[in-house]
């Protein structure tokens, strides 16, 4: 004991103990000032990481030092070497006091400006941008109809419509309702004032295609809809080499004569131009990715764009593309679930080298991570850059909302959604995550609505039925549950709302039996589903079971465990903060970003 008391007290006679902790803070505060660098200045990951690891080899070395090495008058010596009349340890000592104090002051100055100034301000300006949008100028672009003679050029009329649409989205202050909603209304028959109202858009922009050979007639015009006015028209004869021309003039053009006032100094959005076939391939392409329910129609998109990038390799559209459908194969099965999601992130990332600063290939990657690797941090620090590159873009804002879901912020996922839903106000995919996401946030009649709006948009989309019913039971109404079940396809889906709603109507034998029947057939598949209904009937023991199995199969549903309601019951068991460790959620998972 008394060895020990002596090395202690030669430790501090040192210094060594206070140079520890004086190497620690400071350490600390470099971290933390280049990690709020890093996210203003949208750094490397590497250069945090660098660092860290830097300072951390580099922590026993100074220690030793601290120990061998003393600050004399005339410089660094040998401690073994200074006498004891030639010492300053104790002026060191306060100085190193003096060090410690100070930089635990700028510690506590760094985390004010970081909680009170910067937080604030990312929540401020991530708010601003959903009023401003919301309130900014309403268009929307119909399906330009294809008058080729032999009528064959719908693909082409279609990406030419899309290609403008994703133009005008990028221009600021001019908010563009998405495709799916507008090419609902391909080939209608209703008035253009109509579509306005049920699109709520104040401007409607329409045109035509007719190409022969590699000549093209595009017309466009620019409809007031509330007033029933053309602003603008104009009909462009040109080859098809002047297509990319032909768009940026149209954008221009509706930009201008809707006197919109741009709010920043970027230019207007240009088109990604490339060779003409490859042009035309990748609007085939994606002609045919828009039937993700039909796999050989993905597997033809996959064709068209690898064509097109055979002429050009560096178009980037075509690589994005390529992207999503490979995630897309990956979840239908038409592909593995590491080749399709190791094949999403390779185009991802030649994306970026191509253009380092594209906002879709981060937020692809941001989306990889989270569904694919459950790297929950480096999800959340990529689609923060997506966002600081183009918080406007609709995709971008979808899968932010599927991200505030899985990191338990759920009144920014709703918000995100809410405003999806603005831009997209005919598609059944946005009402379908609004259920899920009114669900989570316990606002269950708006739950109730959304799924009506979904079944009406369309009446057999996967899994509706279901998620319907969970609302239903929620609301704590059994009976008008166990008749909205009725209408879901899936038997897992199924099996498992009829155990808990016999659990809820207290007719246990019926509900074991509809349990053990889930777990018979759909044990690899449904694992996450097994475990959220254990907990629902407060089996804690079997619900913690089956989150482990579940976690064991890389179940995809685990994604959302920080929002369910249904777990929320285990939030207080210690097992719970075990297991959300497991996962790898960060600590700041269920606070506002």
Not at 82 to 89: G, L, M, N, W, Y
Not at 537 to 545: L, Q, Y
Request: with cysteine; glycine share 2%; charged share 25%.
């Amino acid at each position: 004991m008394k060895r020990k008391n002596s090395f202690w007290n030669e430790l501090k006679r040192r210094n060594v103990i206070k140079s520890a902790i004086s190497y620690v803070v400071v350490a600390w505060l470099l971290i933390r000032i280049v990690a709020l660098l890093g996210d203003i200045l949208e750094m490397p990951l590497w250069i945090s990481k660098s660092l860290f690891y830097l300072l951390l080899i580099g922590f026993p070395f100074y220690l030793l030092g601290s120990w061998i090495y003393e600050f004399t008058p005339t410089g660094i010596k040998r401690t073994s070497k200074v006498t004891e009349s030639a010492s300053i340890r104790k002026k060191t000592g306060k100085r190193l006091n003096k060090i410690i104090i100070a930089f635990l002051v700028l510690i506590l100055a760094v985390l004010i400006v970081d909680r009170f100034i910067i937080t604030d301000k990312k929540a401020e300006n991530n708010i601003s941008s959903l009023v401003l949008a919301t309130n900014a100028t309403t268009i929307a672009v119909l399906p330009f109809q294809d008058f080729s003679e032999q009528k064959d050029n719908a693909y082409f009329a279609d990406g030419l419509t899309e290609e403008l649409l994703n133009l005008l989205s990028q221009v600021t202050n001019l908010k563009v309702t998405s495709r799916t909603s507008t090419f609902s209304f391909k080939n209608s028959e209703l008035k253009i004032t109509d579509i306005a109202k049920k699109l709520n858009v104040s401007y409607i922009l329409e045109g035509s295609v007719r190409k022969s050979g590699n000549l093209l007639r595009i017309t466009a015009q620019l409809i007031d809809a509330k007033n029933d006015k053309h602003l603008w028209s104009e009909t462009y004869d040109r080859t098809l080499d002047n297509i990319f021309v032909i768009q940026d003039e149209v954008s221009e053009a509706v930009v201008k004569a809707l006197e919109i006032n741009l709010l920043d100094t970027k230019p207007l959005p240009k088109s990604k131009k490339t060779n003409p076939e490859a042009y035309k391939l990748y609007l085939q392409a994606i002609h045919e990715s828009h039937f993700s329910s039909d796999p050989q129609q993905l597997i033809q998109a996959v064709s068209f764009a690898k064509q097109a990038l055979a002429i050009d390799s560096n178009y980037v559209p075509a690589w994005l593309l390529l992207a999503n459908i490979y995630q897309t194969q990956a979840n239908n099965g038409t592909l593995t679930f590491d080749e399709g999601y190791g094949l999403a992130t390779k185009a991802a990332k030649k994306v970026l080298e191509i253009e380092p600063n594209n906002a879709l290939a981060y937020a692809y990657l941001a989306d990889i991570e989270l569904g694919y690797n459950w790297d929950f941090t480096k999800a959340k620090k990529l689609n923060a850059i997506a966002l600081k590159l183009d918080g406007s873009n609709p995709e971008i804002i979808n899968l932010t909302a599927v991200l505030a879901i899985a990191l338990g912020n759920i009144e920014k996922a709703l918000r995100l959604q809410e405003y999806s839903a603005s831009l997209d106000p005919l598609n059944p995919d946005i009402y379908y995550q609004l259920v899920n996401v009114y669900y989570c946030a316990n606002r269950l009649d708006e739950a109730v609505d959304a799924a009506k709006k979904c079944i009406e948009l369309q009446p057999n989309r996967y899994a509706i039925h279901y998620y319907y019913t969970r609302v239903l039971l929620q609301q704590n109404k059994p009976n008008e549950a166990l008749e909205a079940i009725k209408a879901e396809k899936d038997e897992g889906w199924r099996l498992q709302m009829y155990a808990d709603i016999y659990f809820k109507l207290n007719e246990k034998e019926k509900s074991d039996a509809y349990l053990n029947e889930l777990i018979l057939k759909y044990e690899q598949e449904m694992a996450y589903q097994i475990a959220e209904s254990y907990s629902f009937r407060r089996d804690t023991e079997n619900a913690f079971k089956w989150l482990d199995i579940a976690y064991k199969l890389h179940d995809v549903g685990l994604n959302e465990v920080l929002s369910e309601p249904r777990f929320r019951n285990l939030h207080n068991d210690k097992r719970w903060q075990l297991f959300i460790e497991k996962m790898g959620f960060p600590e700041t998972a269920n606070d506002t970003q």
